[in-house]
Nanobody
Framework: QVQLVESGGGLVQAGGSLRLSCVAS????????MGWYRQAPGKQRELVAS???????NYVDSVKGRFTIARDNPKNTVYLQMNSLKPEDTAVYYC???????????????WGQGTQVTVSS
């Protein structure tokens, strides 16, 4: 079993910054791509940013230049630095990890429980 635990959400004024963290633990053989998704009320969940185990990154157009994704492989942790936040960034942010588990060497997709980010205008 693998767990993803997020932290760092909260309430911030427009123009402010937040840093999200997600720590993966459990029966991990390897962590492949990790990413952050978000879901606003009444909208579908969307990919915000992702990073491969080699460090290649991908961002949705709406956050390019404002958000930065990074990972610390020895700590099994992925971060999302969010700057110049806008009210439209308000959503529940979910951590995602593609994991090869120790027991079977099978590939699974795991999600965190989500952390609320609210940006006031």
């Amino acid at each position: 079993q693998v767990q993803l635990v997020e932290s760092g959400g909260g309430l911030v004024q427009a123009g402010g910054s937040l840093r999200l963290s997600c720590v993966a633990s459990g029966s991990i053989f390897s962590l492949n791509t990790m990413g952050w998704y978000r879901q606003a009320p009444g909208k579908q969940r969307e990919l915000v940013a992702s990073i491969t185990d080699g460090g290649f990154t991908n961002y949705v157009d709406s956050v390019k230049g404002r958000f930065t994704i990074a990972r610390d492989n020895p700590k099994n942790t992925v971060y999302l630095q969010m700057n110049s936040l806008k009210p439209e960034d308000t959503a529940v942010y979910y951590c995602n990890a593609q994991v090869v588990v120790v027991t079977t060497l099978a590939f699974y997709n795991y999600w965190g429980q989500g952390t609320q980010v609210t940006v006031s205008s």
